[in-house]
């Protein structure tokens, strides 16, 4: 097999990890490029739910996993979710996975940060980002600004002692500015250090690991987190997440040359949904949004909350495809649909009586956009489980070959259901 990017095609929860699952049994290495554990990544394995934040998606099956530099590690939340795994049976070692030195670290001053702006944002504009409020953004944040503490740091007490006092002087200020609490350094500082002989024998030259597997003929699987309507530069900003989260990432956030990326699979559920704030054109807000929310159990893995629901937004997705690299796509929750008399796809957008077949760049200008909506029988065979396209409804195969030509890249996988070999392959060369 050869690389091969997965990326989120819509705004998050797409089903990347179980996709991940899928290829990693046919791959290498499985490795993160962007994001933290904001991310939410569910398998379903033989019945146990294994959910993951920020640990590759093929560790569960024992396939080597790595964290690039891209990515954002709270080092509580990584020791967190490997003793939840371990608590599961599945033994996190050295040899599984490897964790960039260049990794930038998500500290619990991140986390107050994140608070602290969402309630700005509610207070100045009534409206907040709806972030997973894992300190994310800020981390990210401190890394552009050249101050952030790097996980190759923790081998350096004097090193870090010195860079957090940069840290915080530069918050602080900030926090004092808004009447809020401060933060200490002692604290933050002593649980770095009791953390540190805990992490750090994970960590090292990740793109140089990548550069010998490459040439041990080893092919990788790299796992997008969020998605293109969230990347810090294509997605829907300021209603997006901090990172690069396109195939372009996979390479930044790694160190592998963009010439190896190979495919890029993009992933997106047969309708659409949104967990935070932010513009949705094919949103529905009654009883059709409360069935999908339903059918399709949408409530985040991380935080709980209800995600909103629409039809798949054909608009988006062909826009998602150009500028996040995509040239083939994987369809998921298909058996989510099963039992709903029609079905919709939007397939355009109008906004003043024109049609425009693009996203708006700027929130007033989309406020004015309605969905075009093309409208499908449902079928009465249900998809559930099915593993062949000829076990699939005329009306089913009717819908995604809809999809496959108003978005213009080849469908090659459909999923049917939470288990990994709920899959329908299409087109494979
Ligand atoms: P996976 O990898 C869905 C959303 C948040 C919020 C915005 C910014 O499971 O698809 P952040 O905490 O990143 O600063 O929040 O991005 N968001 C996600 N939505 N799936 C995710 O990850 C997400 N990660 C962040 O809800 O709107
Ligand atoms: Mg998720």
Redesign the pocket.
């Known amino acids: 097999m050869s690389n091969v990017v997965v990326v989120?095609a819509q705004?998050?929860?797409?089903g990347?990890?179980r996709i991940v699952d899928w290829l990693a049994e046919r791959a290498d290495i499985v490795a993160r490029y962007n994001?933290?554990h904001?991310?939410?990544?569910t398998l379903v394995i033989d019945g146990k739910t294994y959910k993951l934040a920020l640990l590759p998606s093929g560790v569960v099956r024992g396939k080597r996993g790595v964290i690039g530099n891209g990515v954002a590690l709270d080092p509580e939340a990584l020791l967190a979710e490997i003793g939840r795994m371990e608590a599961l049976g599945v033994r996190i070692t050295p040899d599984l996975l490897q964790i960039a030195e260049t990794a930038t670290l998500v500290l619990p001053i991140h986390r107050a940060i994140?608070a602290a702006q969402e309630q700005l944002r509610t207070r100045l504009q009534e409206c907040p980002?709806?972030?997973?409020?894992?300190g994310?953004?800020p981390a990210y944040e401190d890394k552009v600004g050249r101050r952030a503490l790097r996980v190759c740091d923790l081998a350096n007490p004097e090193y870090l002692s010195a860079r957090l006092d940069l840290l915080l002087a530069h918050h602080n200020a900030w926090f004092r500015g808004l009447g809020l609490e401060t933060f200490d350094k002692a604290p933050l500082l002593g649980a770095l250090l009791a953390m540190a002989p805990k992490i750090l024998p994970f960590v090292g030259r990740v793109w140089e690991q990548l550069d010998a597997a490459h040439r041990h003929g080893q092919s990788v699987v790299f796992e997008?987190?969020?998605?293109v309507m969230?990347d810090i530069d294509w997605g829907s900003y300021p209603?997006?997440?901090?990172?690069s989260t396109v195939a372009a990432g996979a390479a930044s956030g790694t160190g592998i040359a963009p010439s190896r990326i190979g495919h890029v699979l993009g992933v997106s559920k047969v309708y659409a949904t949104?967990?935070?704030?932010?513009p949705f054109v094919s949103e529905l807000d009654g009883a059709l949004g409360e069935r999908l929310r339903d059918r399709g159990r949408e409530y985040?893995?991380?935080?709980g909350?209800p995600?909103r629901c629409g039809w798949l937004d054909a608009v988006q997705l062909r826009q998602a495809v150009k500028v996040g690299g995509i040239d083939r796509l994987a369809l998921t929750k298909l058996d989510v649909l099963d039992g709903f008399e029609t079905i919709s796809l939007c397939v355009g957008y109008e906004r003043d009586g024109q049609r425009i077949d693009y996203i708006p760049a700027s929130d007033a200008a989309l406020a004015g956009v309605r969905p075009v909506l093309r409208e499908f029988p449902g079928w009465s065979r249900p998809t559930q489980g099915a593993r062949a396209m000829d076990a699939l409804p005329a009306e089913a195969v009717a819908l995604i070959e809809a999809i496959e030509a108003e978005v213009g890249v080849p469908v090659t996988m459909v999923t049917t259901g939470a288990e990994r070999d709920d899959v329908v392959l299409r087109n494979v060369e």
């Open positions: 989120g705004w998050g929860d797409e990347k990890g994001g933290g904001n991310a939410g990544h994140d980002l709806g972030t997973t409020l894992r994310i953004g997008g987190s969020q998605a969230l209603y997006v997440t901090s990172s949104r967990v935070g704030e932010g985040g893995v991380n935080t909350r995600r």
